[in-house]
């Protein structure tokens, strides 16, 4: 079935409008339309691996029991991923087209199922943040960098993470003038059709063409990057590049300016997978332990300073900073 965007049940013709517009002017890469192409692609095997994902990170076999905001959730893939392994679930996303594939993901996988809510919202609303209430877990993966106010809408994800709850998040790594180059790539892409067909004339042929090679190189079957991406991600490798190219706005930041971020506000790190030293998401899980944030959090940083010695850049400075003399050691 399409997925059909305008007026859908679950979106605010306000929100419609919003992103309609910023979309028209440039300033924002309509995801939903990328989405629209993948959800159809959605399988059992997609499922499923979304389920060990999420398991894996989480360090639960189940989520029976509680409560799962998944805080953009494209095609709604791991908000069924969360439903199927015993959540209560409610998604979001600020674009309506995400919305309606999210919609379309339940109608075929989950129908009428009472425990799965969808809706349109915007993570900077910091008064509809706060009136969804609290929960188990909150999971917003490559989503809070997209939204042209990235600390904010980090801020605002803390907002529904209950006390003993998971805070599920990944942030682009920051690689300095490497970042700040692709932001203006995905701005070109973002320009109109012209800077889309100049953006994808050179950069997908080059992007295959550099992965063949290193490939050969490394003696690895060609082919079996493409079979087998899904199992990374859940979306297709040619999706997933017009996502990357497309994907604007555009902010990164370093590890250890997530962690000093959140650590600050109450949450300790219970996981943290990195990139690699390559422009991909770092993805953390924090749990969200206020009285013992400050302790917890100069203990990380002395581990996180053993691997890195990059100054933190980009994360906003407050008057509540984990605490890190006295405690950098034990």
Same mark, same amino acid.
């Given at each position: 079935m399409p997925v059909?965007?305008?007026?859908?049940?679950?979106?605010? $013709? &306000?929100? @419609?409008?919003?992103?309609?517009? !910023? %979309?028209?002017?440039? &300033? @924002?890469?309509?995801f939903g339309h990328n989405w629209a192409k993948y959800v159809r692609l959605i399988d059992a095997e997609r499922i499923a691996e979304a389920e060990r994902s999420l398991t894996q990170m989480l360090g639960a076999p189940s989520l029976a029991g509680l409560r799962f905001l998944d805080i953009g959730c494209g095609s709604g893939l791991f908000s069924l991923a969360a439903r199927r392994l015993g959540a209560q679930v409610h998604s979001l996303d600020y674009d309506p087209t995400s919305v309606a594939c999210a919609q379309e993901l339940k109608r075929r996988f989950a129908p009428g199922d009472a425990a799965w809510t969808i809706e349109q919202g915007s993570v900077l609303d910091r008064a509809y943040v706060e009136s969804l209430g609290r929960f188990d877990v909150v999971y917003s993966w490559g989503v809070l960098h997209h939204t042209g106010e990235m600390w904010q809408a980090c801020e605002n994800a803390t907002i529904p993470v209950a006390p003993g709850g998971q805070l599920f998040v990944s942030i682009y790594n920051d690689q300095g003038a490497w970042s700040e180059r692709w932001k203006k790539i995905k701005r070109v892409?973002?320009?109109? $059709?012209?800077g889309r067909a100049a953006v994808c004339a050179v950069f997908v042929p080059a992007t295959v063409v550099r992965n063949f090679a290193a490939?050969? %190189?490394?003696?690895?079957? $060609?082919?079996?990057?493409? %079979? !087998?991406?899904?199992?990374?991600?859940g979306m297709s490798l040619f999706r997933d590049m017009i996502d990357w190219l497309g994907g604007y706005p555009f902010e990164v930041a370093k590890p250890e300016a997530v962690f000093e971020f959140f650590t600050a506000r109450g949450f300790r790190m219970r996981k943290l997978k990195t990139a690699g030293g390559s422009v991909g998401c770092n993805e953390f899980v924090f749990e969200y332990l206020p009285s013992e944030a400050a302790t917890e959090?100069?203990?990380? @940083?002395?581990?996180?300073?053993?691997?890195?010695?990059? $100054?933190?850049?980009?994360a906003p400075r407050t008057g509540a900073r984990a605490t890190t003399t006295n405690h950098a050691t034990g």
């Open positions: 059909e965007s305008s007026g859908g049940a679950g979106t605010s $013709p &306000e929100l @419609r409008e919003a992103h309609a517009e !910023e %979309v028209a002017r440039g &300033e @924002r890469f309509a892409y973002c320009s109109g $059709p012209v490939d050969i %190189v490394w003696r690895r079957n $060609p082919l079996k990057r493409y %079979v !087998e991406y899904k199992r990374s991600r959090g100069a203990r990380h @940083r002395a581990a996180l300073e053993g691997w890195t010695r990059a $100054p933190a850049r980009g």
